[in-house]
T-cell receptor
């Protein structure tokens, strides 16, 4: 069974540019989560989808971040325009409905210069 | 509010010796507790969890953790460390009774180095 995949693995952009991160969850997983780790700090929750609906987006830092989950399958996280403090590793995780364990992807390392 | 503390940024242990990676938590309700490991250039891998029942839980790769409610701790342990255990370890907590009940709250991570 394929795990959670994320694309790209690395992205380097300049301040003010736009970047879109993609996450493909494990097939059949209704729950999809986005998290972010800023250098050396804890991994922080950003938002949670159940199928195509946003269940909780309380962790989204500001309105420069937009997440979508088309048809309840893959998800994208767009940052527009990117700022220096957006640099970090963005993780995606998925889980079956009502499951306790979340399964994480390899992360996307975003560097904003 | 939920929070997790991993008091040690770095833990060094000799191969073959027992290892402990510490974690304490704060939640208002009964916690769900997790350990994840991140190997170099890899994503987070689930190691083990405590939901309910026996306080000692066993997980992947010979790791175990003990839930201690009075000390609000969930330390990760292994009887005999391997060089291949060298990685970054994250403790996480969920409070299923809270708003945002599905979200994980993570510690800052502990880098474990096993010395041959």
């Amino acid at each position: 069974e394929a795990g959670v995949t994320q694309f790209p693995s690395h992205s380097v952009i300049e301040k003010g540019q736009t970047v879109t991160l993609r996450c493909d969850p494990i097939s059949g997983h209704d729950n999809l989560y986005w998290y972010r780790r800023v250098m050396g700090k804890e991994i922080k929750f950003l938002l949670h989808f159940v199928k195509e609906s946003k269940q909780d987006e309380s962790g989204m830092p500001n309105n420069r971040f937009l997440a979508e989950r088309t048809g309840g399958t893959y998800s994208t996280l767009k940052v527009q325009p990117a700022e220096l403090e957006d640099s970090g590793v963005y993780f995606c995780a998925s889980s079956p409905y009502r499951a306790d364990t979340q399964y994480f992807g390899p992360g996307t390392r975003l560097t904003v210069l | 509010a939920q929070s997790v503390a991993q008091p040690e940024d770095q833990v060094n242990v000799a191969e073959g010796n027992p290892l402990t990676v510490k974690c304490t938590y704060s939640v208002s309700g009964n916690p769900y507790l997790f350990w994840y490991v991140q190997y170099p250039n890899r994503g987070l891998q689930f190691l083990l969890k405590y939901i309910t029942g026996d306080n000692l839980v066993k997980g992947s790769y010979g790791f175990e953790a003990e839930f201690n409610k009075s000390q609000t701790s969930f330390h990760l342990k292994k009887p005999s460390a391997l060089v291949s255990d060298s990685a970054l370890y994250f403790c996480a907590v969920r409070d299923p009774q809270s708003t945002g009940a599905n979200n994980l709250f993570f510690g800052t991570g502990t880098r474990l180095t096993v010395i041959p």
